[in-house]
Structure formats: C-alpha cells, structure tokens
C-alpha cells in the first residue's frame, strides 16, 4: 500500500458572519452556480427551516410567508403543505392564502410536481382534503402523466378515483409525453 492511500484529504470553510447551523442541504437547484452554493440558497434554506419549525396553520401565517413558501421552489415545504391541506376555513383570507399556498407546485418542474402530487396520491395517508387540492392541482397545472395514472388505478379506493378524475378531463388537457 503506498502512503499516498493513507492521506486524507480535507478542507476548512471560512465564514464571516453569524455562525448558522444547516442540519443538511438536500437538494440544491437552479440557485447554485458553477458548483458553488449561492448565500440566498443558504438564507432561504435557514428562512424555510424556521417557517416549518413554527408552523401552526394557515391562519397564523402571514401572506408574505405563503408567497415565499410558493415561490421557493424548496422541497422542505412539501410535508407542510400537505399538512396544509387538511386545513379548513370558509372566510376569504383563508382561501386566498390557501391558494397561495398550493401555487407552489405551478413553480416547480413538471416533473418534480408530478412526482410530489401523484406520490401523495399513492401514499396511505392520503386524506379526503388533500385528494380534492392534488386533483385541482393536476388539472389547473395540467400535469396529466398517463404513467402516474396507471400507478394509481393500481392503488386504493381513493387513488383509483384520482385516476378516473384526471383521465374525465376535456381532451384540451391531454397532452402526449
């Protein structure tokens, strides 16, 4: 074995500033730059942990959070909002953030919202209220996927009628690949 084997290699980050604590940065998207972390990446990633940790529903939130919870693109939000879902209220505030809110997946890839949404679908907790939201979601956002369909007429009671409410849309909406 030769001594080159046995080195290890390290590095040391030098940062000036207030220490932050990032538990993990999961998924970095478009924000990162020829490899390096852009800061709005970090300070939207520590923002996003602190809006999750005091999250206590719809109501409480303001609207500036729900635009920036929208707009994000962060997949750490994606557990809230299907908290969110099961959230109900009749005055206009609510809806209207409610609405921002679920904008969210119009903001992501196609893919990636596909595969949020129709996982969800898939998933044994699914509820009646997050059915109702990820159908709307799939039809005004037309992200009809004949192969996520087909994985949901597989599914529960509640998937397959997912399925049959994606494939009951107008023709307008079918789109091929």
């Known amino acids: 074995m030769s001594s080159r084997a046995k080195v290890r290699r390290s590095f040391m980050i030098t940062a000036i500033g207030t220490p932050v604590l990032l538990n993990e940065i999961k998924h970095i998207q478009a ?3 020829g490899g390096d972390i852009d800061g709005s990446v970090i300070k939207n990633k520590v923002k996003a942990s602190l809006i999750i940790e005091r999250y206590t529903g719809i109501y ?13 693109r962060l997949t750490e939000f994606v557990p809230l909002l299907f908290k969110a ?3 109900t209220g009749e005055d206009q505030e609510f809806k209207d953030r409610q609405a921002t809110l679920f904008r969210y997946f119009d903001f992501l890839d196609k893919d990636q919202a ?11 907790d699914l509820t009646g209220a997050q059915f109702k939201i990820i159908c709307k979601a799939i039809s005004s956002s037309n992200l009809i996927d004949y192969d ?3 994985k949901l007429l597989a599914g529960s009671l509640l998937a397959k009628k997912a399925a049959l409410k994606v494939l009951s849309l ?3 909406w079918y789109g091929i690949g």
């Open 60 to 72: 409480t939130m303001d609207n500036a959070t729900a635009e920036f919870i929208a707009t994000s």
């Open 148 to 150: 996520q369909v087909a």
């Open 170 to 172: 107008d023709k307008d």
């Open 85 to 87: 879902m099961n959230e």
């Open 31 to 33: 924000e990162a730059v």
């Open 114 to 124: 596909i595969a949020i949404l129709y996982g969800q679908l898939l998933s044994d």
